[in-house]
């Protein structure tokens, strides 16, 4: 007995370290409760990241404010086509055997104020968007007039009052509410927004910083080898924050010394929404992310260790306003993680109400089993047979990322599930 707890402190055996809250993992479910219930009420209602962004570069992102016009647009009464501006009433008669005659006053330069009137009987040439004169309230199609030498112009079809114009205001009045807060800005919203003359709105884009922990890693620019390999989970997880439209703020990589990643989570606390560290959640002597979390504030640790496979040494935190997690190390797991936990997290965060998956119905190839009490995602290539989705799973150590760029997307086997066979049918998550 004495023999094999030495042994086990010698090698560091992690049962024997293991924590009271590693014996009872959490459910994913479980954990995204846990932590939404915790979280402040602006975040649970969908304003989370708020940041006043140049509205070209805003489009995709989702509002975070009400949006209101000061001001009218068109900001005066335009033309919306090449031709004559002219009273209506003059032209009511015109037909091509008996034309209306006008006399013309003038041309309307484009980019400047109108400065003619027209009375009746008279015309006064005008381009697509030029502003209207004084007096007239339509105008005619060039295509529809015959101009004269002696500078009169022959109106060959009648128009409507208000036809060929906008009025000033038509398109968007001032005091008007334009967008409202949670819609998500597309291409024809800037334009609305560039018309009005805002340059910038808030919406929500959460900045989050990403450290990666490990004695063994270094920068993805340097050399691996001997005992080296390369930081995978920062730019990882930088890609997929970006891919979500968060804005990832890059923190680098630390040792395994508690008080360096105390030092970068502490500058990742004050400058981010959200911070992720990966490697240094499990039980190992050098694991000390769950204690620096609760040492940094409160409320601190939510959840520890999730019944989950891959990704079960999850950490889950809350320093003040700023949801912490410390993500599992394998690059793999790191990923499954962020795509199960933390994405959700962040698409309701950010008042997202799109339905984030479309799962596709296939049918598994192979046989499988899979651990009872732990749920379990495993990577699928999905090709079409026939019309339906085949899946094929792609069993292998998680430690290979290989597996998971082989991949087309996901299935969840629920905990209670001890396997499939070939033929059972799925839903797949599949990659975006
Ligand atoms: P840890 O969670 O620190 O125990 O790490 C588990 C495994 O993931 C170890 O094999 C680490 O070398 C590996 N690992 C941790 N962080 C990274 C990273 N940023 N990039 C690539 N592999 C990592
Ligand atoms: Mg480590």
């Known amino acids: 007995m004495q023999r094999s707890q030495d042994a086990a402190a010698l090698w560091r055996i992690p049962s024997l370290a293991m924590p009271h809250q590693l014996r009872h993992l959490k459910t994913l479910e479980e954990a995204r409760r846990l932590l939404w219930e915790a979280l402040p009420q602006h975040i649970r209602e969908g304003r989370f990241g708020g940041r006043e962004t140049p509205i070209a570069e805003a489009v995709g992102f989702v509002l975070d404010t009400d949006i209101l016009a000061s001001e009218d647009l068109p900001p005066f009464d335009r033309s919306t086509m090449d031709g004559y501006a002219v009273w209506a009433e003059d032209t009511f008669r015109a037909s091509e055997r008996l034309p209306a005659q006008l006399e013309v006053v003038g041309e309307i330069r484009m980019g400047e104020d109108a400065a ?254 899979s651990q009872a009490g732990r749920e379990e995602f495993v990577p699928v290539r999905l090709r079409q047979r026939d019309g339906f989705w085949e899946a094929t799973p792609l069993l292998g150590p998680s430690a290979l990322i290989s597996t998971l760029v082989r991949a087309d997307g996901l299935v969840r086997i629920p905990a209670a599930c001890q396997g499939l066979c070939a033929g059972d049918e799925v839903e797949v998550e599949p990659f975006e």
């Open 116 to 369: 003619l009137s027209l009375s009746h009987r008279q015309a006064a040439a005008i381009s697509t968007g030029g502003m209207l004169p004084d007096g007239g309230d339509a105008v005619v199609m060039v295509e529809h007039t015959h101009l004269r030498e002696d500078h009169s112009v022959e109106v060959l079809r009648p128009v409507a009052p208000g036809e060929n114009i906008v009025r000033r205001g038509d398109d968007v009045r001032e005091g008007e509410a334009v967008l409202a807060a949670g819609h998500r800005l597309r291409p024809q919203d800037v334009s609305a927004l560039a018309g009005l003359g805002i340059a910038a709105v808030t919406v929500r884009r959460p900045r989050v910083a990403v450290l990666s922990t490990g004695s063994e890693l270094v920068p993805h620019t340097e050399e691996a080898g001997s005992g080296r390999i390369r930081d995978m989970n920062g730019p990882a997880l930088q890609a997929a924050a970006r891919a979500l439209g968060a804005e990832p703020a890059d923190l680098g990589l630390v040792t395994d010394d508690p008080e360096a990643i105390r030092q970068a989570m502490r500058q990742g606390l004050a400058e981010a929404d959200l911070l992720l560290v990966s490697g240094g959640t499990s039980v190992g002597v050098e694991d000390v992310v769950p204690d620096l979390i609760d040492s940094l504030g409160k409320p601190g640790v939510l959840v520890h260790g999730l019944a989950v496979k891959p990704g079960r040494p999850v950490v889950i935190g809350l320093v003040g306003e700023v949801p912490v997690f410390g993500m599992p190390g394998h690059p793999t797991s790191c990923l499954t993680i962020f795509r199960e936990l933390v994405a959700p997290l962040l698409r309701l965060a950010c008042g997202d109400r799109r339905n984030p998956l479309t799962r596709v119905r296939a049918r598994i190839t192979g046989n499988f089993t």
